[in-house]
């Protein structure tokens, strides 16, 4: 006879429902009083509280990013059309040298 081992299925809970637990874990409440009332274990909690912090901390170096390279290309943009202006300056001093001969 052969044992069949039971896969535990693991429970899902939906975004909403986290977001409201992380809530109550950065107004304060206790961990082990969150983890006693909706009977979720403490390390998942810890664990859902570490991986929030992970992705606030890589959306705002995304948008520090973002603004940096928003501002070199501003600046890239204006030496551009310097640089244009320049070429036109030039073109027409070329031309009213080479017309005077």
């Known amino acids: 006879m052969e044992s069949q081992k039971k896969k535990k299925e693991r429970r899902s809970y939906e975004p909403d429902f986290k ?15 969150i983890s006693e009332t909706f009977g979720i274990a ?18 705002s170096s995304e948008s520090e990013s973002n603004s940096k390279l928003a501002a ?11 640089l244009k202006t320049d070429r036109e300056i030039l073109k027409k001093a ?8």
């Open 94 to 101: 070329l031309g009213l040298l080479s017309s005077s001969d």
């Open 42 to 59: 403490e390390n998942l909690l810890y664990r859902w509280k570490t991986l929030s912090t992970m992705k606030t901390r890589v959306k």
């Open 72 to 82: 070199e290309n501003a600046k890239l943009k204006a030496e551009i059309e310097r």
């Open 19 to 33: 977001a409201e637990i992380l809530k109550m874990l950065v107004s304060g409440k206790k961990v082990s009083e």
